[in-house]
């Protein structure tokens, strides 16, 4: 919020420089996160006084004025206003003044009459918004004083948090400078001069949503003139950042902006019937707003109408039909209190968001519906010469009485660490308008909120109760007291101490698994990326990637059943949730490859979706629809060279070997098993013979020994799904994992084992079997058969050609013999490798090759 200093001195004295009053409002929590010397951008520009107005003698739409700034001879000045008039004080641009927007004014030739400088309107100089006549002055400007230093102010930029909606006024920031400063707060004064016909005669409000619209306050202000406001006025709202429109809009913003409290003027003429209704939208209702944007109404939105059609979004826009214009003479204004929830899902949906619904959404007081009305009557008898029916109409006239919060002294020295005496907590509460007074017997604590709040039993501690003024809504329980004690004394007064209590034990982080994942892929070269959750449900058409039929892992969940789709989506391309993570990594891959780049490796952990399916006996709607299920799934994507050219070998395209070394680096990573392969037939969208289901074991000795704890699929996506996807690439090799522990997990246990003390011995077996043998089988039955002393088995080359028939191919494995307690024997070696060899040759019909 952009706050004025010469406008909030209205409201309380301030002694601090700017800097200074910055500190202690951050300090008290009301961030100031700027400071900016409004004016600065006049250079140059000074009060003059115009001596002489007489006609361009080359010129009928122009004025030769002299004009005397106090000092030097006069300045004669070429002006095209008809606004001005010998004797008035203006502001003057010297040559080489600057204005704001950087416009540099030097001396220059009109219509063959050398002009001096400029005289400058209101909205050239960003004061007012009158941008056809000269800005004048009073009359008692000094003559020669520079502009800024009458006009100009110095503006803080506050941050104000979500719970301290009553901030978001200049009045509201007074209490916190009052706070911080001790001097008194100044409340704006209403002074209404009532006459004619009574509100209550000329217009009817009807309350048909009072969960929505709790309090609604209508006045009647007839025979106004809508004019300019006047300058000060302007100039104010300008520092603020609100553009002046005219003085019945400028009431409204200048109430919302002094009190925090938006209100709205009517054009009474457009009210059909003289009847305002507050009622929730029909279906396909349409209204233009002030914006001049047609907007279609749905039935949750709140709004005021008519018996005829709808003037207003209630509490974020009016409506163009009502709009106050310059044949406008009677209004009517608006102050209500709207639900805060109902709002802010009222802008979200139709996408509009205004300092009215800003503030309503943070919640209002409500007798602030009442005081702003009266306000904006005030101003507008005052700068439009209007006319202020006596009385109000008002849907809830009865207004609650100030909360009472019971607190024990006691206790807040113990939340906050302190030895602050009950006196002077009392005080600090004063500062900030909260009286308290002792607690009577029977009276209970709020010590966390709730409808009604969680409240225990003093005790024999000391008790006092907080009497919070009406426009503190966010002090409901003890420690909002305590909060408050310590922000109004300092934050920075409150001294630190260790706690007395024994830390808590060392916890190992749930997210090691995922950190371990992601640094051994990073390693590998891959990059990663995070991508939306929210897709096009046409990516999921494509794409058809298969679901689990079971639980692919220990605590985890199945990938796939019903989509979830958003109700409200912001675009048709990110309307459901994802249940793979495919579909995301390949639109990233395909952004790459059409910017150039051409090898691609990235992953990405993420979630899957789906809505859960409803339990035996529930009733379905949208409570039972709203329930999904998500898992967690590490995926990746790879295309181009795998390994570039060099002197000794040819670059080399990625394949499914790539990915699956993937998969046995995780394995190890994690102390996994080594991963086994079986065939993936699922067909569309993998390429035929060239897609894998992974799956890997816990190892002997891990609490989870021989569950799966790795599952997922490996493979090379079609080429007609490439095509389709418009990836630009020879071939794309994906997989997606479900992976024990991704979703919240620790990894096991490292085992430090002796180094052997005997040496290792490699073996070499060429395997021949026919082309249709997975390996996979083949190097399953090498260490089933391989003995105890087998301690490593790795495929190394597959051959096909002469000498094997068309139909076979050559596996080469190097196996690793090792015994712990001497050398193997040549001996031992030999039957180890006749003994894997003859039960190739009885259970798959292999054949060693030599």
């Not at 979706?609 to 529930?618: D, E, H, I, V, W």
């Not at 394949?655 to 037939?681: I, M, N, S, T």
């Not at 083949?778 to 260490?783: D, F, M």
């Amino acid at each position: 919020m952009r706050v004025p200093l010469d406008w909030l001195g209205d409201y309380v004295d301030i002694e601090l420089t700017p800097e200074q009053l910055a500190e202690r409002l951050t300090l008290l929590g009301m961030e100031v996160k700027g400071i900016e010397r409004w004016g600065s951008s006049w250079r140059n520009v000074v009060v003059g006084e115009i001596l002489t107005v007489t006609k361009h003698p080359r010129a009928d739409r122009l004025s030769l004025t002299t004009v005397t700034v106090g000092s030097g001879e006069p300045l004669e000045i070429v002006c095209g206003a008809t606004n001005i008039a010998p004797g008035q004080r203006v502001p003057v641009a010297l040559p080489g003044a600057i204005l704001p927007g950087e416009r540099r004014i030097e001396r220059t030739e009109k219509m063959g009459v050398v002009s001096n400088g400029m005289l400058c309107s209101g909205d050239e100089l960003e004061l007012t918004g009158d941008a056809d006549g000269i800005l004048i002055l009073p009359p008692d400007a000094p003559l020669g004083r520079d502009l800024s230093e009458l006009y100009g102010d110095v503006v803080l930029d506050v941050d104000v948090k979500p719970n301290r909606g009553d901030a978001l006024s200049l009045l509201g920031l007074a209490r916190e400078v009052s706070a911080a400063t001790g001097a008194p707060v100044r409340e704006p004064a209403v002074e209404l001069v009532e006459s004619g016909r009574p509100t209550a005669e000329r217009l009817a409000v009807e309350v048909a949503e009072p969960a929505l619209c709790p309090r609604f306050v209508a006045r009647w202000v007839a025979g106004l003139r809508v004019a300019p406001s006047p300058d000060q006025v302007q100039v104010r709202l300008r520092a603020a950042g609100m553009r002046p429109v005219n003085n019945v809009v400028d009431a409204s913003n200048y109430v919302m902006l002094e009190l925090g409290k938006p209100t709205h003027t009517f054009d009474a003429a457009a009210i059909h019937d003289a009847r305002l209704i507050v009622r929730l939208a029909r279906a396909d209702e349409v209204l233009e707003t002030l914006d001049h944007v047609r907007r279609r109404l749905d039935p949750e939105t709140l709004v005021i109408a008519d018996p005829v059609g709808v003037l207003a979004i209630a509490g974020v826009m009016g409506g163009a039909a009502s709009e106050v214009g310059e044949s406008t003479r009677d209004v009517v204004i608006e102050s209500a209190i709207f639900d805060p929830i109902s709002i802010r899902r009222t802008g979200q949906r139709h996408g509009l968001r205004s300092e009215a619904s800003l503030r309503f959404e943070k919640g209002q007081e409500m007798r602030l519906a009442r005081i702003g009305a009266d306000r904006v009557a005030a101003l507008l008898a005052d700068w439009a010469g209007g006319e202020v029916a006596p009385g109000r109409v008002d849907s809830a006239p009865r207004e609650p009485a100030p909360a009472r919060v019971a607190f024990r002294p006691g206790r807040i020295n113990r939340l906050l660490g302190t030895t602050i005496e009950t006196a002077e907590q009392r005080a600090l509460l004063a500062r900030v308008g909260v009286e308290t007074e002792p607690a009577q017997p029977g009276t209970l604590v709020p010590i966390a909120p709730g409808d009604p709040p969680l409240s225990v039993a003093p005790g024999s501690d000391e008790t006092l109760v907080a009497v919070v003024p009406t426009w503190r809504r966010d002090l409901a329980i003890e420690a909002d007291v305590a909060e408050e004690v310590a922000r109004v004394r300092g934050y920075e007064l409150v001294p630190g101490t260790l706690p007395h209590t024994p830390m808590p034990p060392f916890r190992p982080s749930p997210l090691e698994v995922r950190d371990a994942v992601r640094e051994t892929l990073a390693g590998a070269g891959l990059t990663e990326v995070v991508t939306h959750a929210l897709v096009s449900p046409r990516e999921a058409e494509l794409i058809r990637w298969p679901g689990d039929d079971e639980v692919p892992v220990p605590g985890d969940e199945p990938a796939g059943g019903p989509v979830v789709t958003v109700t409200n989506p912001l675009s048709s391309q990110h309307s459901v949730l994802r249940q793979q993570l495919i579909g995301s990594l390949l639109r990233v891959a395909g952004t790459n490859l059409r910017q150039g780049r051409e090898r691609v490796a990235i992953f990405e952990i993420g979630k899957g979706y789906a809505r859960a399916p409803l339990a035996n006996g529930a009733a379905s709607g949208a409570a039972s629809e709203a329930a999904t299920r998500e898992w967690w799934r590490l995926g990746f994507a790879l295309t181009g060279e795998a390994e570039p050219p060099a002197w000794n070998r040819p670059s080399r395209h990625v394949d499914l070997d790539d990915g699956k070394g993937l998969v046995e680096l995780l394995c190890w990573r994690l102390g996994f098993e080594p991963p086994h392969y079986d065939a993936d037939r699922h067909g569309h969208p993998f390429h035929p013979g060239r897609s894998a289901i992974a799956v890997a074991l816990a190892p002997a000795g891990d609490r989870y020994a021989g569950t799966i704890v790795l599952r997922g699929r490996v493979a090379e996506l079609h080429p007609d799904l490439l095509e389709a996807l418009d990836l630009r690439a020879e071939r794309v090799i994906v997989a997606e994992l479900a992976i024990r522990g991704l979703a919240g997990g620790q990894l096991a246990a490292v085992h430090a084992v002796p180094v052997p003390r005997f040496p290792a011995v490699e073996r070499d077996l060429a395997v021949v079997v026919p082309n249709a043998q997975p390996a996979g089988e083949v190097a399953a039955l090498i260490r089933a058969e391989g003995g105890s002393f087998l301690r490593g088995l790795r495929l190394f080359d597959i051959y096909r050609g002469t000498p094997l028939a068309p139909d076979e191919k050559s596996l080469a494995f190097r196996l690793l013999f090792q015994a712990p307690d001497r050398t193997l024997t040549d001996a031992e070696l030999e039957a180890a490798t006749a003994a894997i060899a003859t039960a190739l040759e009885r259970r798959l019909g292999a054949r060693l090759r030599t």
